[in-house]
């Protein structure tokens, strides 16, 4: 994607090992290396927003601490803007910035504002950039009430925005968040993309996000990344990723009165309640010959078509590479129902 | 997204990025800014409380003066300690106070260390551009810590204004040396007790017996404790250079393990050792940290 043909974060066969030591009996320990990472290789170009996604546990945020210099790969070359993250944290840190969602680095007993001098004079922002960076940040993530505000009073979503404005003060080029929408309400989560995907658009900051919320990755992420046991499993755009996970869209029918279900070839139903059906047809399929069945032989008075939810998609396909759990397809089947 | 990624992209000068010599400055100095920048954070916050403030310093001030109550109390029943008279030990006990005081206001906070790698905070450290060490030593910068400060100073002046010390140039220069050093030394060991808690994350405690142990230990004269005592806190932990052997020279008292009087001047070369193996532990330390992540 990137013009000069390499990426601007990349990786190639990326490991991480750590060695646990876990007590066993008084005083002795067993020592066994659990394989965070294991293998990943990958390239991202400047000005992609990529999301980055899988199980608790798979080496998600191992992977981030590689890419952000705060751990040591145990093998593997990475590089982040030409730069070895772990040999030169300090020259990185200046380029990149970083969002823990559920660790602030804001300072909870001062106002807003003095977290944003600190992080001025600790990066030896120029003022007039800071100024100006500022005041951007303080218009789109609307914080201009907040600014005085001691950090201990404001609440989550405020918090968070003010953290993602604390990262973006002295221009980072890439922007690594970490669970940005967790925990936030619905207003405070869309205000968080929003201003992502203005972010992403106009400084072509590359972002990099994981998280547990798909949505975020359904309204930011042209390209995600899903990592399982150390391994990248799938590396693509969000529509492939259905087609792997076979996924299906759901089509919501309001019919004039109650019928039985809907017959149709390329779709089931999977849900009636009413004179409402859902009926499920493969992602990859047009829903508009559907539609045109639909509204040719049923009373049909509204319709909607709901995209699959990728939560699912992603468990049908580890599920798919590892031994099928009923459990999960359980799951899915009521999901893709809702 | 796909609009835009057309134009030359990789040409695009990164804006965010300082001239080259930006990156070139000594890390010392980095190291000294950071920590300025953060305590300067730190005494904000706390003035965010006066009164509790206020309060805590007191407290701390007061606890401390207790300490010396102790031997004063001592004192009402013995003439001498060890072979010392009051205002002798008045001066071991304001110059360790002191010096410890010092180490305790700038470096106090490496013990919370163990908990920053345990709940995961470090890591908003290691990703800002400034030293981690500065950063970890300036974590809650405590002014009420001058608490400690003060009262070794005022019990140090009680000690000189009493004492009949024949004054010579080099005795006088002895005095900030002394002080000055004794933090250093006191300041290594917090470090490398910092450094320490990387892989034993509750290794605070036995930090904190070389830290307020030592302390306790240095109030006294060395004459009180066993001689296989006061070899180990000179050769091993050198903790004696702190106070005891600098101050017998300036009270021209004998050492108890013989060392020549030039030992008297030796406090500032110990300190830079201490202070280089502490840098080296917590080199150790952090890289193990970024190894493992534990």
């Known amino acids: ?338 | 997204m796909a609009d835009g990624l057309s134009e030359g992209v990789s040409e695009r000068v990164p804006k965010g990025v300082p001239p080259e010599g930006e990156w070139s400055r000594p890390p010392l100095w980095e190291g000294l800014r950071a920590y300025g920048l953060i305590i300067a954070m730190w005494i904000r916050s706390t003035m965010a409380y006066r009164a509790s403030f206020a309060m805590t310093a007191f407290g701390n001030f007061a606890a401390t003066a207790f300490d010396f109550v102790a031997i004063l109390l001592m004192f009402s029943h013995v003439d001498r300690l060890g072979g010392y008279s009051l205002p002798e030990v008045a001066f071991l006990y304001g110059a360790a106070g002191a010096a410890f005081g010092l180490a305790d206001l700038t470096f106090g906070s490496m013990d919370r260390l163990g908990r920053r790698v345990r709940d995961g905070t470090l890591d908003t450290l290691l990703v800002r551009p400034a030293p981690v060490l500065a950063q970890v030593a300036g974590d809650r910068f405590a002014l009420r810590r001058l608490g400690r400060i003060t009262q070794g100073l005022l019990v140090l002046g009680y000690a000189l204004v009493t004492l009949d010390i024949a004054w010579t140039p080099l005795k006088v220069a002895m005095l900030p040396m002394m002080i000055l050093s004794g933090a250093a030394i006191f300041a290594s060991v917090f470090v490398a007790g910092g450094a320490f808690q990387f892989w034993a994350l509750d290794a605070a405690e036995v930090q904190n017996s070389f830290t307020y142990g030592g302390t306790t230990l240095l109030q006294y004269p060395p004459t009180v404790f066993a001689k296989d005592l006061v070899r180990g806190v000179t050769f091993v932990v050198p903790l004696a250079f702190v106070n005891w052997i600098p101050a017998l020279y300036v009270m021209d008292r004998e050492d108890p393990l013989g060392l020549p009087d030039w030992a008297a001047f030796l406090p500032p070369v110990v300190a830079v050792g201490c202070c280089a193996l502490a840098g080296l532990a917590w080199r150790v330390g952090l890289r193990a940290y970024r190894s493992t992540g534990s």
């Open chain 1, 1 to 338: 994607m990137d013009s000069d043909g390499s990426g601007f974060i990349e990786l190639d066969g990326i490991e991480k090992v750590f060695d646990v030591r876990r007590k066993a009996g008084l005083l002795r320990r067993e020592r066994h290396q659990v394989r965070a990472v294991d293998g990943i290789s990958f390239s991202v170009a400047r000005g992609e927003m990529v999301g980055y996604i899988g199980p608790n546990g798979a080496g998600k945020s191992t992977t981030i601490k590689m890419l952000t210099g705060i751990l040591t790969p145990s093998a593997g070359r990475l590089r982040v803007a030409g730069i070895d993250p772990s040999r030169e944290r300090t020259r990185l840190a200046r380029r990149i910035g970083v969002v823990f969602g559920q660790r602030t680095t804001l300072w909870w007993d001062l106002p807003l504002i003095d977290s944003y001098r600190l992080v001025h004079r600790m990066y030896r922002i120029p003022d007039k950039r800071y100024r100006e960076n500022l005041e951007r940040c303080v218009e789109l993530l609307e914080l201009g009430e907040l600014l005085d505000v001691p950090v201990r009073q404001l609440s989550l979503g405020q918090r968070m925005r003010g953290d993602i404005a604390a990262a973006l003060l002295h221009d980072p080029e890439v922007l690594y968040l970490d669970e940005p929408t967790i925990g936030l309400d619905v207003i405070s989560k869309a205000r968080v993309r929003e201003f992502l995907r203005d972010l992403n658009a106009q400084s072509r900051t590359t972002v990099l996000l994981t998280t547990h919320d798909l949505t975020d990755i359904e309204q930011l992420c042209a390209r995600v990344m899903v990592i399982d046991h150390g391994r990248l499993v799938y590396d693509g755009a969000l529509a492939g990723l259905h087609e792997v996970g076979e996924s299906e869209r759901t089509l919501v029918v309001d019919l004039e009165r109650e019928l039985p279900p809907v017959e149709l070839p390329g779709a089931r139903v999977v849900k009636v309640e009413g004179p409402r059906q859902w009926l499920a047809f493969p992602a990859a399929a047009s829903a508009a010959p559907l539609v045109a069945r639909i509204a040719a032989e049923y009373p049909l008075m509204d319709l909607s078509v709901r995209e699959p939810d990728i939560e699912s998609v992603i468990a049908k396909m580890l599920s798919r590479r590892k031994v099928p759990d009923p459990a999960v397809s359980e799951e899915v089947a009521e999901r893709s129902a809702l």
